[in-house]
């Protein structure tokens, strides 16, 4: 079983936006939903992967968050 860093698709009230995504990214969004899928026993559309990649992605950037933290405060 592999380790992802995703877990459950969490059912969100969502915003749509629209990307372009380069081709071999694609291949590798479709993958990573194939194998995520297999391991949860759902079929996951890979377009649903996007929102939380992102988000695991911005959780996890320290740079991110100390810049959120210094523009948060300096607004309060």
Do not use: C, N
């Not at 372009?20 to 391991?39: K, M, N, S, T, V």
């Not at 890979?46 to 996890?60: D, E, G, I, N, S």
């Amino acid at each position: 079983m592999a380790k992802l860093k995703l877990g459950a698709i969490e059912d969100d009230k969502p915003v749509k936006i629209s990307v372009e995504l380069p081709a071999a990214l694609h291949r590798d969004l479709l993958a990573y939903a194939e194998i995520l899928g297999r391991e949860s026993g759902q079929a996951i559309e890979p377009a649903k992967l996007v929102a939380p990649m992102v988000a695991r992605f911005m959780a996890t950037d320290r740079g991110f968050l100390k810049a959120k933290r210094t523009v948060s405060s300096g607004s309060s």
